[in-house]
């Protein structure tokens, strides 16, 4: 007489039992892996790529001065540059000239920066590993290499070609993969930029915990202007996927919805085989306890395959390859999409979380609808 | 004597082999992590030294492609009422400095 | 020894539907005897037999199972009657489809936590005892009827329990099986098990393994001297 035996034993039973049901089990697995691969897919990729971002801007500008008028993003004049460099607790300020630049040959978006070291080298750029060059003659897109000829039209609608000087490492393609990088002159040559005027300012200051208060005094100073911070710009890419968020909703839903169509199942497909199984155990002697922990062990044994497959399903799709099923929807309409393999930045936290929200639920779902009969007589058994 | 090897005790050895895996699983992410970190570092000083604000995961917009240095009134595009229509912006949350109520 | 005293079963009480099946009864049966509940069918020999058994409670009235009175214990208890003091042999048999006829004789004794090996002896024992040996590894459904319900007696068996509890065992037997399933009942109760079958089968009433019948008719005894 052992409860260690006892379990044994009814796990003995459970797993005949459920090898009756092949097809259903296999069917109800299969969903389910499919649940827990979408989940877990969700949460690996969202915390890695947070975690990435934070890991890399916290190299951002300390803090970054914009100017606003009427609601939009303008130029900062080169006077708020040399006052705001003069406020105590500044120690350096650098005038930032970039902006957005769309090519109609491949419909991609760039972000065109300017890069001091290429000023005196006019014609010459730097680019991202994902921009993309449009071949005359083949009339196809391909990645662009270095001492290619990339064609910018400026402001007067006349082709500049740039001759690419250096790809920036393959390795920073999620945070570089659509940058141009040219000389200040070429810059404004292209956007028609104003002298004296700059995109933004990147601010340093000599002591971290001024950066509030210098922020206050540069917006007393300069009231069109706005200052965002380092903290700002990484907390927006810690809440940038959160629940709330398009794919994090898309996915809930989805897994919701087949997770309740599940349970519903269980709850409601207790097939008159099935009771009549419970009020014979019932009937040869086996208490309501035993008849429950059947189903508890039933549920664990469907729901932590399934947790297993679709962990490692997911996985192998966020790390192992590249999250290929989020592309699309990452992607959008852009033409452009880095070519990024993120670190598996996961601990046994999710995992445990993961197990949580999904393990549970299904097991209490087997459990509950069986409870009900398991408490009645098991008299009828003895009736046809 | 007969049936040694009870269904119970392939159940536990199952049990236990799915846990190894997910401990292995576990593992090999820290391999990973590990191997991705000098990359990581000479990503940062990349970003470092061109002053990045943002990651180039969402080209399609202005205030996708730098949500950090989104302005209040880009996600609304040219007027208040006008819906969202790049898929990407139902993806990126706001920037909370822009949600939070004024000063932060 | 088990008693019966003023026991009441009514069925949907309160109900329009309500039905009295079982009229004070009041009853003792010996151990180690074969006692027959003879009567018409729905004349209430089944709802006595789930009393019995611990598997309903009567609606009024007590009965002892040797001096504990069980009416009123929890199901948990009444469970544990069951799997070790009563063995039953349903009218449906009541195997369990889908598994092997071994794991379905091993099943009462499941939860008592026994080592497993000593209860696959055990069954096997039984399962050549029933001359089913050979189906041990088959599953139930693929049994014919007199396969199946040699099943059913040793699983019934597996716990050594001290009453049997059979309903109708051979209505659906032909003579011979039906002749062979007595000699099985009365070698049980030389082997000292109380013995308890509910049945309007002649060839039962009259078997020589008999050694006591009451007779029931609409929920009521008939007087021993009425039916004499
Ligand atoms: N669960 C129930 N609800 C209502 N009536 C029942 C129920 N079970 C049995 N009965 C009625 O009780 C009477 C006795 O039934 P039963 O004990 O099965 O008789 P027998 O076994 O002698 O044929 C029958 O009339 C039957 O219809
Ligand atoms: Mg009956």
Sequence with gaps: ?384 | MRRLIRKSDIFLAYVLLQAAALGLMLVDAAVRRSLAEPVLRQRAEVVRVLGLTDLALFTEARYTRNPSLADRHSPFQEHPLSLEHFPSGSVVSPPSHLTLPAGR | MITLSNIRKVYNAGRPNEFTAIRDVSLELEPNKTTVLKGPSGSGKTTLLSMLGCMTRPTAGRILLGQREITSLPEKFLAEIRRSTFGFIFQQLNLIRGITVLENVMLPAYPTGERRSEVVARAMALLDLCNLSHKAEARVEWLSGGEAQRAAIARALINGPAIIICDEPTAHLDTALSLEFMETMKRLRDDGKTILIASHDPLVNDSDAVDRIVEIRDGRLVPPKACA
């Design chain 1, 1 to 384: 007489m052992s409860l260690i035996e006892k379990h044994r034993n009814i796990i003995d039973y459970t797993l005949s039992s459920l090898g009756r049901r092949k097809g259903k089990t296999f069917a109800v697995c299969l969903v389910y892996s499919f649940i827990i691969f979408l989940l877990a897919s969700v949460v690996f990729f969202t915390q890695a790529i947070k975690r990435e971002a934070d890991l890399l801007l916290r190299e951002a500008p300390e803090m970054t001065v914009q100017r606003l008028e009427a609601g939009r993003q303008t130029t900062v004049p080169a006077a708020y540059a040399d006052g705001i460099g003069r406020i105590r607790g500044v120690q350096s300020v650098q005038k930032r000239l970039w902006g957005y630049y769309f090519d109609s040959l491949t419909g991609a978006n760039y972000t065109v920066m300017v890069n001091a070291s290429l000023n005196g080298r006019e014609g010459q750029a730097i680019v991202g590993s994902g921009v993309l060059l449009r071949g005359a003659a083949e009339g196809e897109s391909r990645k662009i290499q270095a001492g290619d000829s990339l064609p910018v039209k400026t402001y007067r609608g006349e082709a500049l070609m740039l001759k690419v000087a250096g790809i920036l490492p393959f390795a920073s393609e999620l945070e570089t993969a659509d940058l141009i990088q040219v000389s200040e002159r070429d810059y404004r040559d292209i956007f028609n930029a104003e002298a004296g005027r700059y995109t933004d300012l990147a601010l340093q200051v000599r002591n971290r915990k001024e950066l509030a208060t210098i922020a206050t005094k540069i917006v007393r100073q300069y009231p069109d202007t706005r200052p965002i911070l380092r903290e700002d710009i990484l907390r927006t890419y810690d809440a940038i996927f959160d629940w709330r968020g398009g794919l994090s909703i898309m996915t809930m839903a989805g897994a919701l919805f087949a997770f309740i169509i599940l349970a519903w199942d269980k709850a409601t497909g207790l097939s008159a085989e099935e009771k009549k199984e419970i009020g014979i155990l019932k009937a040869i002697g086996w208490e309501t306890g035993d008849i429950l922990q059947v189903k508890f062990w039933e549920g664990v044994s469907v729901s932590l395959t399934s947790f297993s497959i679709g962990i490692f399903a997911a996985y192998l799709h966020v790390f192992v390859g590249s999250s290929l099923l989020f592309e699309p929807v990452l992607k959008g309409w852009s033409v452009l999409y880095p070519d990024f393999r993120l670190t598996p930045h996961i601990d046994a936290y999710q995992l445990v979380s993961l197990l949580f929200i999904t393990v549970l639920p299904y097991t209490v779902a087997t459990i509950i609808p069986s409870w009900r009969s398991a408490t009645i007589d098991p008299d009828s058994v003895m009736r046809a």
